[in-house]
């Protein structure tokens, strides 16, 4: 099968997160089972405008904004006869490649951006995004969609798409589970940690486990917090100075944009993940703690609830607040037989999340399309 992949960014991207481990590991694998695959993508700057990668090819058009036109005029030009299948991925916005190409397409959503618009974009654009998405999911609303949890396929269900017409996948991890869970004595530091990992942005909200850590200080004095991922601009510079003016901050270590080996060694040491997000597709930084015997502690929001069972593999927040998080943190760490109890079934159930699991999923879902 020949398939054409439209997202606004790729793996390589300054701003790359979960969704492109997903969308990429998915590819690679199905280059070696006889598939084709182009992604047209957004260039950066110092980007290769075309590119080869584990099998599949990357086209790099135009920057954030322009990608868009640039692709309907490189699917014009180069594909408009090459293709079987079309995949339109929305991340913020689409593609609209159900007005233009000639063959079958289909949707590919990791989560709905809503509320995300007025963290992450500034006036009057957030308004504007935040209006036209329930537009643009109107007039989409009669294709098939693949997504990776519940809460977003409930939320396409609420925008007019049909049940029959969503198709959840499972995430899958890079990671490699522990083949034993080792004693907390054994791999995790020698002080309480909790860690912050993702990248530094408004969505994801990582001064509220900054504030978090210091209400928990107060009472669990030799705990320490972790913070990795890059992030650039004002708020970046914002958690900076929060960090810089904490009264706790010798207790602070912030690692910055970390690679593949440091990141799985925080999350092995670490003893819990905290995650804040405004909203995630699925969550996939609890799946890669959990491979490593870390719980995690997370607010309740879409994506994260999939992430989590609550009480059995990590926390759930009943209220999504740094108070009701340091609570959550202090009651954790203070109680031994609960905090093994979560770290063991969160380490047994990573083991089911693969992409060879995903793999066969979205294989059938895209072969029955391509077939109807």
């Known amino acids: 099968m020949k398939i054409l992949w439209l997202t606004w960014k790729d793996r390589k991207h300054p701003l790359a997160g979960g969704a492109e481990i997903v969308n990429e590991e998915l590819a690679k694998r199905l280059t070696k089972n006889g598939y084709e695959i ?25 920057n954030r904004w322009t990608v868009y ?27 609209f490649a159900k007005f233009y ?35 643009y999911l109107w007039l989409l609303r009669d294709r098939k969609v693949i997504t990776v949890s519940e809460s977003t396929k409930k939320d396409l269900i609420r925008y007019g798409f049909k049940k029959e017409n969503v198709y959840v996948i499972s995430e899958g991890i890079e990671i490699e589970p522990l083949k034993n869970l080792p004693s907390v004595k054994e791999v995790k530091e020698k002080n309480p940690t909790i860690l912050f990992l993702g990248t530094l942005r408004r969505m994801k909200r990582p001064e509220q486990v900054i504030k978090a850590f210091e209400l928990v200080k107060k009472k ?3 705990l320490k917090l972790w913070i990795a991922g890059g992030g650039k601009g004002r708020y970046f510079k914002k958690i900076m100075r929060l960090i810089r003016n904490s009264r706790y901050k010798k207790d602070i270590v912030y690692f910055g944009k970390v690679n593949k080996k440091k990141k799985y060694e925080l999350l092995l040491k670490a003893h819990l993940l905290c995650v804040t997000s405004v909203k995630e597709g699925w969550g996939l930084v609890v799946a890669e703690a959990n491979s490593q015997g870390t719980p995690a502690i997370v607010y309740n929001v879409d ?10 593999t990590g926390i759930v927040c009943q209220q999504n607040t740094p108070e009701n998080l340091a609570q959550n943190i202090i009651e954790l760490l203070r109680n031994k037989e609960k905090y093994d109890f979560l770290r063991k079934n969160a380490w047994e159930l990573s083991k089911e999340i693969t992409f060879e699991k995903s793999l066969g999923q979205f294989k059938k879902i895209v072969e029955e399309i391509k077939n109807e």
């Open 220 to 222: 669990i004095k030799n």
């Open 69 to 95: 036109w640039r692709a309907y005029q490189y699917y014009k030009k180069h594909l408009s006869n090459w293709l079987d299948l079309v995949i339109d991925e929305i991340n913020t916005v689409p593609f």
């Open 101 to 135: 190409v000639k063959t079958k397409n289909i949707l590919f959503i990791h989560q709905l951006c809503r509320e995300i618009w007025f963290y992450e974009m500034f006036f009057p654009l957030n308004l504007i995004g935040y209006l036209l998405e329930p537009v």
């Open 38 to 62: 182009i992604f047209i993508v957004s260039g950066f700057p110092g980007a290769a405008k075309k590119e080869m990668i584990n099998g599949y090819k990357v086209v790099r058009l135009g």
């Open 303 to 312: 994506g994260l609830r999939d992430a989590v069972k609550d009480n059995k």
